[in-house]
């Protein structure tokens, strides 16, 4: 028995929620019979993968459902072997490269040559050439991203490539100009609510229009989300009640009653104890940015516009060091401290202005 | 030439001037020669005086009879009538070796008058005729004659009384003695010069300083010291200066003018030498010191018992001096195992040593069997060992220990050290035979018993290594394994790499470094012996400084007591640098960086270089605990301080990122800089907790664990998700899990079922079920496994191994060594239950194959797992049963 997310998902172009126009698109794009490679990109929890699904769906038929891991061994320049899961059909194979770290570059190269030298001998298969699915790209290495800029290039009589892509902005131009980009923007609120409201239906329950919008709103406009925390919620309480709780992750929680510490006292001690707050963070796999954005946007609450754009500031500044750097908590660290030194000297000139 | 030798005889050494002319020719003999104030004059040419020369003797000589001839003496066949004065004095050499017959002299005389005249004609003329040119030859040829012919020895040997002599009262004058002497032989003369100090040359040159002659001394020697303004002396002009020199009084004391006298004005080298004897002893000895050993094994053979004292008296000090100018650290090594600091005890390495190797022949004689300890056990005696392992930090005495225990037991040693190429063919070729061998060093030394017991000792054997002594802890393992002496070992680190394979071999004994307080016991005692003083506290700073460790210690003590004369004000110099190279630890490094005491004293430099004291732990121990530091600075300017500090380690670490990502490492010291100096200037202060190991290495380990889990959950559930690995963790996780435990919790067994689908569903591993747990605590939250009863888990273990079936991934992660057979199969496909809509005509084949499979999978997958003994039978029938139901 799979989660709603999972069971729900639609299997087939026409059965897409929404971006509808787009799913059109695909479909012609199908019925060309040939394609250029792709780029789906946009934030986690759009629907990138769905689509991806159909479409390969639409082009090979129901055989790429059948799904099967594999597990390849790479080995790299310096002997190293590298083991990588795959996911793959008869028609197509989906990796993630980034699961090689600092050896994505051997993988991206050796994988391609080795799906795409093979051609497809079954002349009854629907297409000449297979499918690539490539995620994450772009948490890929600059290495990894120029090999397979002229890989992607060499074989394309052979192989097809689909990257999903969270955000284009790290994935070189290069490539980016090799592919055609499809934007999956992520779910409106009232979109979501609708697909909340069919899902309870096909799983034959009632759910009271406020609270879809309430999870919607909770949600991020992330589609997986929604869904899960719905069924967190009937798990919880049914029937539904609008103002019933909601379960909220736990890393958010967590993330915003660290703010509230540091809003709630300025000292090298409690600095000491948010560190350790921020190090539980961090090593449950809370991005750092993330730990960034949902400090900013909490701390800046009780601010006034001034102490908000200081803040802002310190936070950029610190973000890009962090990338820069090695080591996340150095930074966010810097960043709590120089927060708190701020707004001491806020408190004490307010206490100042009542005298 | 004549008139100069007459005057020798004036001045000679005999007690009372003889008149020259009437001398025997006995008396002639005994006075042995030369040298003295009058020889200013020979050095100008001597051809155009010669004529003065023989005329003036000839008026010196008032009693001879031929006195009345002298005014007609211009004519040169006067001369041939000639009386015996002048033929001797001519030829005085000559006649002094023929102690023949007075006949034979004669006979020459009456030959050599005519010889003698003609060249003192020609040197007036400087004319030379055929004739005479032809009685030169004869002449030379008839003297090298004689020459061949003289008598070798002394003359009396034994007639004088050779002065004892200080030793070295003759150092730094060089001798040569030519002609015969009187009392002594040449060789004795040479052995007194060379054992009083002084030096012996062959040639008359510059250097030389004292030209000792006696009868027949060489005429060119003569003529050429002479020249270069040499002292000549006779033999008895020699003994007086010894004596002079070693402060008796000469014999010969009624001579004023003695040539002692002036070498005293003359040399004020010499004098001083004499005054500071202790100086020059020192000096010496460190030169000399091979040399006199050599002449302690082979004396020569001297007839005087007295001259035997001299050198009997000059090794007594000797050994004194050699010790004076021994370092510290030999001096006082220790010479008995009762002397050997922090070795005391029953439990020390010293005395295990000593009882394995006491023990070793009787262990190792091949009759008994023994057993190899427990690597824990804590009172082995090493028995079952061959070789012991000496380990620990340098200079805490584990060669002392082990040469000293040799020795207490009358082992002979054979030692290799670092300073000997120790290669697998060397080993092999010199060591091995050497083992089979048995020690002579007893019989040669008096005790008539040629040992069996000998123990090879290996020193610095962490130092094998490298391409010259390629293969040679190999070959030592091998030398151990069938050694048949006990064989011990030392090393520094025995944790090292290098020496693993050795350790299996070894019986081990860990030298700890000894305590303060035992160092500096030995080490008061030693500067009281020494008559240094120093404070006890200025000790145990100097054995703190070297870190405990003893010849170091002795090292920086003697390099003290050096300069003990020196200011006081130079000696904390000496000591800042004693305790300068010193590796401080992280806790002692970050500890400087915040103190602000520390900071007054040190420059910006010292606070760098506590930064590379260890550079990749600095920063870390920095940001670990500047929170703990109350700086010295306004309440008010706290938290700006900390934002500072904060902001400082944040650039730190862009340094860092970049000295590790492009090798750039001369931007060291900036991050220096940025990680320490500059945390440390904004937060100095005092420390006001403890301080801790940095919680960065911790925490990244635990976070790269919990990101390999979180990839293992991905790639397992892949199939049936959507979603990046981040998704997994952020979303999916805890709602994976719940699914999984609320039917456990509400339904108890009965919700078994319904876990086990969706863990079948989304093809989770038991262990991943586990991953799950881990990912989704937080502190303070309550765990939901927990809550589950434990019969219930059991019960889903159990089930899991009997439904679920095993994945191409479960071999990997389940039992690594099937991993093989396993990962034949990997094309193997499975269904998505779900998602298989379409199910191909073909898909029934493959499940048929599928049922073999599994079963054979099933038992790798169950014995992994924890489920009882019972269940593992039971699990192969069925699965049969299951799949098949499954159909």
């Known amino acids: ?355 | 030439m004549s008139k100069d030798i007459r005057s020798f005889f004036s001045v000679g050494a005999k007690k009372k001037p003889i008149p020259p002319a009437p001398e025997s020719p006995k008396q002639k003999r005994k006075a042995s020669v030369i040298s003295s104030d009058e020889e200013d004059s020979p050095a100008t040419p001597k051809e155009p005086t010669k004529k003065r020369k023989t005329t003036e003797k000839v008026d010196k000589k008032p009693n001879l009879s031929k006195l009345k001839k002298e005014p007609e003496e211009g004519d040169t066949s006067k001369l041939m009538e000639e009386d015996d004065e002048l033929e001797k004095s001519l030829m005085e050499i000559d006649e002094s070796t023929i102690s023949t017959t007075k006949k034979d002299k004669r006979v020459t005389k009456a030959k050599t008058p005519k010889s003698e005249k003609k060249p003192k004609n020609d040197l007036n003329d400087s004319v030379l005729s055929d004739e005479e040119r032809f009685e030169r030859k004869r002449m030379a040829a008839m003297m090298y004659q004689k020459f061949k012919n003289r008598p070798t020895g002394a003359l009396n040997p034994g007639s004088k009384e050779v002065p004892k002599g200080k030793p070295n009262c003759l150092a730094g004058c060089t001798f040569l003695i030519t002609g015969l002497l009187e009392s002594i032989e040449r060789d004795e003369g040479n052995q007194i010069i060379k054992d009083l100090g002084g030096k012996v040359s062959t040639v008359v040159g510059k250097k030389l300083n004292y030209l000792i002659t006696g009868e027949e001394a060489g005429l060119k020697k003569l003529a050429t010291a002479e020249e270069l303004g040499v002292k000549i002396l006779n033999e008895d002009q020699f003994f007086d200066l010894i004596r002079m020199k070693s402060g008796e009084k000469p014999l010969s004391d009624n001579n004023n003018e003695s040539p002692e006298v002036k070498v005293k004005k003359e040399s004020p080298e010499i004098k001083k030498e004499k005054t500071s004897p202790k100086k020059v002893k020192k000096e010496i000895s460190m030169t000399e010191s091979p040399k006199k050993k050599i002449k302690k094994e082979d004396p020569s053979p001297k007839k005087n018992d007295s001259s035997k004292e001299v050198k009997r008296e000059e090794t007594s000090p000797k050994k004194l001096e050699n010790e004076e100018s021994l370092a510290w650290v030999d001096k006082y090594k220790p010479t008995d195992l009762k002397q050997i600091i922090g070795q005391q005890g029953p439990a020390s390495n010293c005395n295990k040593l000593i009882n394995w190797l006491k023990n070793w022949y009787s262990n190792h004689d091949g009759k008994k069997k023994l057993q190899r300890p427990n690597p824990w056990a804590k009172n082995d005696d090493g028995s079952f060992y061959k070789c012991a392992l000496l380990s620990g930090p340098p200079g805490v005495g584990k060669t002392t220990t082990a040469t000293l225990v040799c020795k207490e037991l009358g082992f002979d040693t054979v030692e290799f050290n670092a300073s000997d190429t120790r290669s697998k063919k060397l080993l092999k070729e010199q060591v091995s035979e050497l083992l089979s061998n048995k020690s002579l060093y007893g019989y040669f030394h008096g005790q008539d018993v040629v040992s069996k017991k000998h123990v090879l000792l290996m020193d610095e054997v962490d130092g094998m290594a490298g391409n010259e002594d390629r293969g040679g802890i190999q070959e030592l393992i091998s030398l151990i394994k069938d050694s048949s002496i006990p064989i011990i070992c030392m090393c520094n680190d025995r944790n090292h790499q290098k020496m693993r394979s050795l350790v299996n071999y070894c019986y081990d004994m860990r030298f700890n470094k000894p305590q303060v307080n035992q160092i500096k016991g030995a080490i008061m005692s030693i500067c009281f012996k020494e008559k240094f003083k120093l404070p006890p506290a200025k000790v145990e700073e100097i054995i703190l400084a070297t870190n405990n460790d003893i010849r170091q210690t002795l090292n920086h003590l003697s390099l003290l007591s050096a300069g003990k004369d020196l200011d006081l004000k130079t000696k904390p110099a000496e000591e800042k640098t004693a305790e300068k190279d010193l590796k401080l630890g992280p806790w002692e490094v970050v500890r400087k960086v915040f103190s602000s005491e520390d900071h007054e004293k040190m420059s910006f430099y010292d606070k760098c270089d506590l930064f590379f004291n260890d550079y990749s732990m600095a920063p870390l121990f920095a940001q670990q605990n500047y929170l703990q530091v109350a700086p010295k600075a306004p309440k008010n300017e706290i938290p700006e301080r900390v934002a500072l500090t904060a902001d400082a380690l944040s650039l730190g670490d862009l340094v860092e990122k970049r000295i590790r990502s492009n090798m750039a490492w001369s931007l060291l010291p900036t991050q220096a800089v940025f990680s320490s100096v500059m945390p440390g200037e904004y937060m100095s202060g005092r420390f006001t907790g403890q301080i801790n190991f940095p919680g960065w290495l911790g925490k990244n380990s635990k976070s790269n664990k919990r990101s390999r889990m979180a990839q293992e959950i991905h790639d397992h559930t892949r199939i049936n998700t959507s979603g990046s690995r981040l998704s997994i963790r952020m979303d999916y996780a805890p709602f994976i899990l719940n699914a999984i435990v609320n039917p456990l919790k509400k339904h108890g067994n009965d919700g078994i079922e319904e876990a086990l689908n969706v863990i079948k569903e989304y093809r989770l591993l038991r262990e991943d079920i586990d991953s799950l747990i881990e990912l989704t605590t937080w502190p303070g939250k309550k765990n939901p496994w927990e809550s589950v009863d434990g019969k219930v888990k059991a019960a889903l273990t159990r089930a899991y191994n009997k439904e679920v079936m095993a994945y191409t991934y479960s071999a990997i992660s389940g039992v690594k060594k099937k991993a093989s057979a396993a990962a034949a199969d990997e094309n193997f496909v499975i269904d998505g239950e779900e998602e298989g809509g379409v199910v191909s005509e073909d898909e029934d084949d493959e499940k048929v194959e599928n049922d073999t499979l599994i079963k054979a999978k099933k038992k790798t997958v169950a014995t992994s797992k924890k489920g009882s003994s019972d269940d593992k039978k039971k699990a192969p029938a069925k699965t049969k049963a299951g799949s098949k139901t499954k159909k």
């Not at chain 1, 490539?175 to 899902?199: D, K, M, N, Y």
Request: contains cysteine; proline residues 3%.
């Open chain 1, 1 to 355: 028995m799979a989660l709603w997310v999972d069971k729900h998902r639609p299997r087939d172009l026409s059965k897409l929620d929404y971006h509808k126009v787009q799913a059109d698109q695909l479909k012609n794009l199908c019925k060309e019979g040939d394609f250029p490679h792709l780029m789906f990109y946009g934030p986690s929890g759009a629907g990138k993968k769905t689509r991806i699904m159909c479409l390969l769906r639409e082009l090979y038929g129901g055989g790429v459902e059948r799904l099967r891991n594999e597990t390849m061994t790479f080995t790299t320049p310096s002997n190293r072997k590298v083991e990588i899961m795959t996911v793959s059909s008869n028609y197509h194979m989906e990796v993630n490269p980034s699961d090689a770290g600092i050896y994505d570059r051997v993988v991206v190269v050796d994988l391609i040559k080795q799906v795409a030298q093979t051609h497809q001998i079954d002349t009854a298969g629907q297409r000449e050439f297979k499918v690539i699915v490539l995620s994450e790209v772009d948490e890929l290495t600059k290495d990894a991203q120029h090999a397979l800029r002229r890989t992607m290039e060499k074989y394309v009589a052979t192989c097809r490539i689909i990257l999903s892509v969270n955000s284009t902005s790290r994935v070189i131009p290069a490539i980016r100009s090799r592919c055609l980009g499809i934007r999956v923007a992520a779910p409106t609120e009232e979109e979501i609510v609708s697909i909340l409201q069919f899902t309870c239906k096909k799983e034959s329950l009632h759910i009271p229009e406020g609270l879809a919008q309430r999870i919607a709103q909770q949600c991020d406009r992330n589609l997986r989300r929604a869904i899960l925390m719905l069924e967190a919620c009937k798990v919880q309480q049914y029937p539904f009640t609008i103002n019933q709780e909601i379960t909220e992750l736990d890393w958010q929680m967590y993330l915003r009653e660290t703010a509230n510490q540091i809003m709630l006292e300025q000292t090298p001690a409690k600095l000491e104890k948010i560190r350790e707050r921020l190090y539980e963070l961090l090593s449950q796999g809370v991005p750092p940015d993330m730990i960034f954005k949902g400090l900013v946007q909490n701390l800046v609450l009780n601010c006034d516009m001034e102490l908000k754009a200081k803040t802002l500031q310190f936070a950029a500044s610190y973000e890009h060091r962090m990338h820069n750097g090695s080591k996340h908590i150095f930074h966010l660290e810097a960043f709590v401290a120089q927060f708190m030194n701020i707004y001491k000297k806020y408190l004490a000139d307010m206490v100042m202005d009542d005298f």
